[in-house]
């Protein structure tokens, strides 16, 4: 079964980056992208950005640009996100889904909570 | 940038049909999903592609895209259908989510 697991809770200064991390199984890794979806607490869900793990293609969400990057280790199944210069507003759960560019997200990994805070 | 609209509460009966909207332009030239979200778990998918229901996701969810409003119904819903509603789209390769609407069932 289609399974993504994700790193666990990190808490941050104001001005980090913190790394989220991804294991993906149960299908074939390149065939399917994978995005990033965040939560702040009590909203709602925020796109961030997605990539082809075919071909590591990528597209940012325009508020995040500069300050996101997303890779993926085919050896291993797993994506990474990373984010950098770190505000308090980036505060909240982190998802990696299944899916990009004009396709569902069809599987959601069980979150990743970042909390930033000095 | 592309915004999609949403009400953010709907009430419903049991039993009764509840319809949640999702407004943004031109939405019905690109396929609409939607997602369902319980405290503290993560979103499931429950429409894709307007219509279509991923397997394991009960017929009493059904789901219409036309114009600028994609709509999600739940036929006969049952007090476990309570939870936050997200409708999702594509724009130019960027996802634009809705802001969501919180499915009362009372």
């Known amino acids: 079964q289609v399974q993504l697991v994700q790193s666990g809770t990190e808490v941050k200064k104001p001005g980090a980056s913190v790394k989220v991390s991804c294991k993906a199984s149960?299908?074939?890794?390149?065939?399917?992208?994978i995005s990033w979806v965040r939560q702040a607490p009590g909203q709602g869900l925020e796109w961030m950005a997605w990539?082809?793990?075919?071909?590591?293609?990528?597209n940012y969400a325009q508020k995040l640009q500069g300050r996101v990057t997303m890779t993926t280790d085919t050896s291993t199944s797993i994506a990474y996100m990373e984010l950098r210069s770190l505000r308090s507003d980036d505060t909240a759960v982190y998802y990696c889904?299944?899916?990009?560019?004009?396709?569902?997200?069809?599987?959601w990994g069980q979150g990743s909570l970042v909390t930033v805070s000095s | 940038s592309y915004e999609l609209t949403q009400p953010p509460s709907v009430s419903v009966s049991p039993g009764q049909t509840a319809s949640i909207t999702c407004s943004g332009d031109?939405?019905?030239?690109?396929?609409a999903c939607w997602y369902q979200q319980k405290p503290g778990q993560s979103p499931v998918l429950v429409i894709y592609?307007?219509?279509k229901r991923p397997s394991g996701i009960p017929e009493r969810f059904s789901g219409s895209n036309s114009g600028n409003t994609a709509t999600l119904t739940i036929s006969g819903t049952q007090a476990l259908d309570e939870a936050d509603y997200y409708c999702?789209?594509?724009?130019?390769?960027?996802?634009?989510f809705g802001g969501g609407t919180k499915l009362t069932v009372l």
């Open positions: 592609q307007d219509s």
């Open positions: 990539i082809s793990v075919y071909n590591g293609n990528t």
């Open positions: 889904a299944r899916g990009n560019d004009g396709l569902p997200f069809d599987y």
């Open positions: 031109k939405l019905g030239d690109k396929y």
């Open positions: 149960g299908y074939t890794f390149t065939n399917y992208g």
């Open positions: 999702q789209a594509w724009d130019s390769g960027t996802g634009v």
